[in-house]
């Protein structure tokens, strides 16, 4: 078991490393290439950590789980549908989700898994897909909902999604995770909000690789959120938004008004 | 009047600096930074133009001209509506537009001004927004029209361009366009087929640059294409697109087969 993060130092210094729970091994390079072990263990409370990559972008699911597609009646599709979340949205364990300051409304959180990228690839069948895959991370896809149907002829999903801080990832990225037997937990100020399986995706990850790797070249380090299922709901300025996977770690971000 | 572009020399080598419609003066260091002149001037047939930046993402506008409004029995709407394409959908003077290979459908071109962005930037208002302008490039945001209302529940808005090549940016960045004397011409195969001003745009750039620096940071490098107006049409293989906006120069691509 490999998990790979990003960290700060207490003297403001920044790098990567292998992370074991507790403390931290810094490695140089590039994480997606050939890294090498670089200097001594960070201990515990001497580092804090980031957002484990940093994406160029993130490509959101929408609709690739069972149950939340029942709960709002929509038939499965044919091929993932997504949109994209910018890499200034991207935040890490710890970091304050930001209210927009032209915005009041309502804002959501989603648990879900996300697959990291870590070779450049396109047009790669399913079962290739799986070398493409670095590992996975945790995500809160956060979204403005009362931005989303505003205007009847265009739904704003990528506006809706993309704010600065909109999208929490980490606290690591697990390379050999068993995602089939993970579930995923969402809790909202302690308070356990969402509890599903992933074995209960429309589209598992290698599929979904498979099929993105059809609509664009995908790159080492991008984020692909699997999509979430039922029990999402809105944070209150103030509340803080926990997301778990087994096997990765716990994602904590609190929602600090604009 | 300057001119930026990137280029590509005979012997590979590739670079940035000022283009003065035949020959190349090269600079170095950060084009939207402090960048310095650098080396002797490339004569004509020396180099290729490449596209004019590398942008993360291009921010795409829908419905941003009264007159194609009015054809689509739109209303204009309170703020801008957009999806951004990835930078890997990004190519240049010339290069060709590849049809993805899983899709056999209607390929559609949108000749548009493209705003360059020079300065990080968030919260501006309109008055400040200029000064965030670094300069204006011509765009085809090109469609993989059949996909878009492929799905009832989900407007593909990003898959359908997304594509690798379906964002032709060039063949410069023009820093002085007096954008609102211009007009945006297209041509398929030689044959007018898109004549509008952009006086016609229902937010003009300094409008959408606030807007936008509301909805996420914007950084140096990031392209917004202004959104296009009537004659908008599909492309056969084989055919080429020219995009022309007078003080900027003329943008060509032909669509390949996948």
């Known amino acids: 078991m490999t998990c790979w993060a990003r960290f700060r130092c207490n003297d403001g210094r920044t790098g990567f490393g292998v992370f074991d729970g507790t403390g931290l091994a810094p490695y140089e390079g590039d994480m997606f290439g050939a890294p090498r072990p670089a200097g001594a263990l960070l201990e515990r409370g001497a580092f804090a950590l980031l957002s484990p990559c940093l994406p160029s972008r993130i490509i959101a699911l929408w609709n690739n789980f069972h149950a939340l597609a029942a709960r709002l009646g929509k038939q499965a599709a044919a091929h993932v549908l997504w949109l994209t979340k910018p890499g200034t949205s991207v935040i890490g364990p710890d970091e304050p989700i930001r209210r927009p300051r032209s915005y009041a409304g309502k804002i959501a959180f989603e648990g879900e898994l996300g697959i990291v990228i870590g070779r450049r690839c396109s047009e790669v069948s399913a079962s290739d897909a799986g070398a493409a895959i670095f590992g996975y991370t945790c ?8 931005l989303l149907n505003e205007n009847a002829d265009f739904a704003q999903w990528c506006r809706s999604k993309s704010f600065d801080t909109f999208a929490c990832l ?8 068993d995602w089939a037997r993970a579930r995923v937990t969402t809790k909202l100020d302690g308070i356990e909000r969402q509890n599903y399986p992933l074995s209960e995706m429309i589209f598992p990850p290698a599929e979904i690789v498979s099929q993105l790797s059809y609509d664009m070249t995908l790159l080492p380090g991008d984020v692909i959120a699997c999509g979430t299922s039922v029990g999402v709901g809105s944070i209150r300025d103030g509340s803080t938004v926990e997301v778990r996977i087994e096997g990765i770690g716990s994602l904590s971000n609190a929602l600090a008004p604009g």
């Open 170 to 177: 980490g606290p690591v990225i697990r390379t050999d995770l």
């Open 139 to 146: 995500v809160n896809d956060v979204t403005a909902v009362d």
